[in-house]
């Protein structure tokens, strides 16, 4: 029923407390190559690395980037311009305009040197603009 009897003279369990130093466990780390190269021949995985001017998928790459960023402006062209308060650490309010007003911007209006050192400025939306 509501018991069960465990048989404990058939239970092996063995609990090692402490391990004899000669039976530690071996480094196993691989320290010298082991098995053969991937080729033989000396080639390198993908081939040869050429490192030149302009690679043929340069222009492939760039004509993708020049697309997205087409469709990008065009969106952005049919946004209205909608004004925006950016609030900065020290309390203080700038106006600017919703997606045309950049981190840099508002720095290059506090000063031109501030402009010029900062390299990323962080921004968090209190509501979504569209």
């Known amino acids: 029923g509501k018991f069960a009897v465990a048989d404990l003279a058939s239970l092996k369990i063995?609990?090692?407390?402490?391990v004899p130093a000669d039976k530690k466990r071996e480094k196993t780390r691989a320290n010298k190559e082991s098995g053969d190269r991937i080729k033989k021949s000396g080639e390198l995985i993908g081939g040869v690395?050429?490192?030149?001017?302009?690679?043929?998928?340069?222009?492939?790459?760039?004509?993708?980037?020049?697309?997205?960023?087409?469709?990008?402006?065009?969106?952005?062209?049919?946004?209205?311009?909608?004004?925006?308060?950016?609030?900065?650490?020290?309390?203080s309010v700038r106006e600017g305009i919703a997606f045309k007003t950049s981190?840099?911007?508002?720095?290059?209006?506090?000063?031109?040197?501030?402009?010029?050192?900062?390299?990323?400025?962080?921004?968090?939306?209190?509501?979504?603009?569209?």
């Open 14 to 18: 063995d609990h090692v407390a402490v």
């Open 49 to 91: 690395f050429d490192a030149s001017k302009s690679p043929a998928i340069q222009a492939e790459r760039i004509e993708v980037f020049e697309r997205y960023l087409a469709k990008y402006n065009e969106e952005l062209a049919q946004k209205k311009d909608q004004p925006i308060k950016v609030s900065l650490p020290d309390g």
């Open 103 to 130: 981190p840099y911007d508002i720095a290059k209006a506090i000063s031109q040197g501030l402009a010029d050192s900062v390299i990323v400025a962080p921004g968090a939306y209190t509501n979504k603009l569209e």
